[in-house]
T-cell receptor, first 112, second 113 residues
Framework: TQLLEQSPQFLSIQEGENLTVYCNSSSVFSSLQWYRQEPGEGPVLLVTVVTGGEVKKLKRLTFQFGDARKDSSLHITAAQTGDTGLYLCADVQDNAGNMLTFGGGTRLMVKP | DAGVIQSPRHEVTEMGQEVTLRCKPISGHNSLFWYRQTMMRGLELLIYFNNNVPIDDSGMPEDRFSAKMPNASFSTLKIQPSEPRDSAVYFC???????????FGDGTRLSIL
């Protein structure tokens, strides 16, 4: 059974700071998705990475996929209070994109 | 466009009672998913349907849980009888076949006393 570990579990920073959160797997990812979940809402997809070594950018967010496709990171530059939320990584286990296994998440709080 | 709609948003009931959670997927989406989220176990897939047919229910915890999708615009997740350990936030998601993401509803927060 694949295990997805996210670190850190909790992170509290000041607005304007940079941060990186991590997602590691005990086995190779098929493809990996990152989600953000705000309180009282469902997760929202941020990005999908497929190829080892891939880097994707979404405004101030930079996503990296490890060369061996067993780890990924999310870096946020100049965090804003609106970045507060639970960041989840998910392994897409089937080609159809139906079977997602989620990590435990990193709960980020950005203070003004 | 309306997103995935779940009802109720909150449910508090006593153990032993039957609980029914409801979901209306996004129109035109042909896959529907039920998830459960707890602090201890995170977000877990319980069951999913393609074209109203259950495809994988390996995540359903036990026989007390059942899910149905009688038509393309409605699904239910039923727990009977409910137990305190069923307390969680239950999410429904839907997607269109192809390289399309899953869209999640805002969840039902269930508390079993």
């Amino acid at each position: 059974t694949q295990l997805l570990e996210q670190s850190p579990q909790f992170l509290s920073i000041q607005e304007g700071e940079n941060l990186t959160v991590y997602c590691n797997s005990s086995s190779v990812f098929s493809s990996l998705q990152w989600y953000r979940q705000e309180p009282g809402e469902g997760p929202v997809l941020l990005v999908t990475v497929v190829t080892g070594g891939e880097v994707k950018k979404l405004k101030r967010l930079t996503f990296q996929f490890g060369d061996a496709r067993k780890d990924s990171s999310l870096h946020i530059t100049a965090a804003q209070t609106g970045d507060t939320g639970l960041y989840l990584c998910a392994d897409v286990q089937d080609n159809a994109g139906n079977m997602l296994t989620f990590g435990g998440g990193t709960r980020l709080m950005v203070k003004p | 466009d309306a997103g995935v709609i779940q009802s109720p948003r909150h449910e508090v009931t006593e153990m032993g009672q039957e609980v029914t959670l409801r979901c209306k997927p996004i129109s035109g989406h042909n896959s529907l998913f039920w998830y459960r989220q707890t602090m201890m176990r995170g977000l877990e897939l319980l069951i999913y349907f393609n074209n109203n047919v259950p495809i994988d229910d390996s995540g359903m915890p036990e026989d007390r849980f059942s899910a149905k999708m009688p038509n393309a615009s409605f699904s239910t997740l039923k727990i009977q009888p409910s137990e305190p350990r069923d307390s969680a936030v239950y999410f429904c998601a839907s997607r269109k076949t192809g390289n399309q993401p899953q869209h999640f509803g805002d969840g039902t927060r269930l508390s079993i006393l």
